[in-house]
């Protein structure tokens, strides 16, 4: 069972509205990720970090923002959801060195603005 | 720009059968790692295989590399209904920051 978590699952919210996707993992990794897929589409990296307060945008342009003041957690902010904001989000995590053996993926939130 | 892509984008096939799927890349890599998505879920990680490395055995799992071609295989031998999915493969390009970029997926159909 995967030991990343996000919540909620699915999200329909209204245009305008301020939202937060959250994502926790309880390994221990320093580095996490957001990803947005469309259905059936590939992933596009949005966000990353390497560690606490190490944040940096991704190659697909978001209108997201991301926070990392504490290792295990890493969500992610729409300051003014839009229609075009809809799609999955998915939050990964992976160690370092040793311990680097992929990622791990929460469920995924699935994001429809209305 | 698209690191990855996958060939073919779906594949059907009958239980008991090997389901093989290809995929390319355009820089030089560290590694390249296979994961499956479950519709709507989030992905799972199968296999790594370094750039020093040519096959790769995990299961019912085969990968195999050929950096000369940038290019690798993923071979599901005796498939099952269960592993039905979307197989992408990821590279980390050679930045060495661990930053994966995604192919564009196999879908796989196994039926019973």
């Known amino acids: 069972e995967a030991d990343i978590y996000q919540t909620p699952r699915y999200l329909v919210i209204g245009t305008g509205k301020k939202i937060t996707l959250e994502c926790s993992q309880t390994m221990g990794h320093d580095k996490m990720y957001w990803y947005q897929q469309d259905p059936g589409m590939e992933l596009h990296l949005i966000h990353y970090?390497?560690?606490?307060?190490?944040?940096e945008k991704g190659d697909l342009s978001s209108e997201s923002t991301v926070s990392r003041i504490r290792t295990e957690h890493f969500p992610l902010t729409l300051e003014s959801a839009r229609p075009s904001h809809t799609s999955q989000y998915l939050c990964?995590?992976?160690?370092?060195?040793?311990?680097?053996?992929?990622?791990?993926f929460g469920s995924g939130t699935r994001l429809t603005v209305v | 720009s698209q690191q990855g892509e996958e060939d073919p984008q779906a594949l059907s096939i009958q239980e008991g059968e090997n389901a093989t799927m290809n995929c390319s890349y355009k820089?030089?890599?560290?590694?390249l790692q296979w994961y499956r998505q479950n519709s709507g879920r989030g992905l799972v990680h199968l296999i790594l295989i370094r750039s020093n490395e040519r096959e790769k055995h995990s299961g019912r799992l085969r990968v195999t590399l050929d950096t000369s071609k940038k290019s690798s295989s993923l071979l599901i031998t005796a498939s099952r209904a269960a592993d039905t999915a979307s197989y992408f493969c990821a590279t980390d390009g050679d930045t060495g920051f661990q930053k994966l970029v995604f192919g564009t997926g196999t879908r796989l159909l196994v039926s019973p």
């Open positions: 990964a995590s992976a160690g370092q060195g040793r311990r680097y053996g992929g990622y791990t």
């Open positions: 820089t030089s890599i560290n590694n």
């Open positions: 970090s390497y560690g606490v307060n190490s944040t």
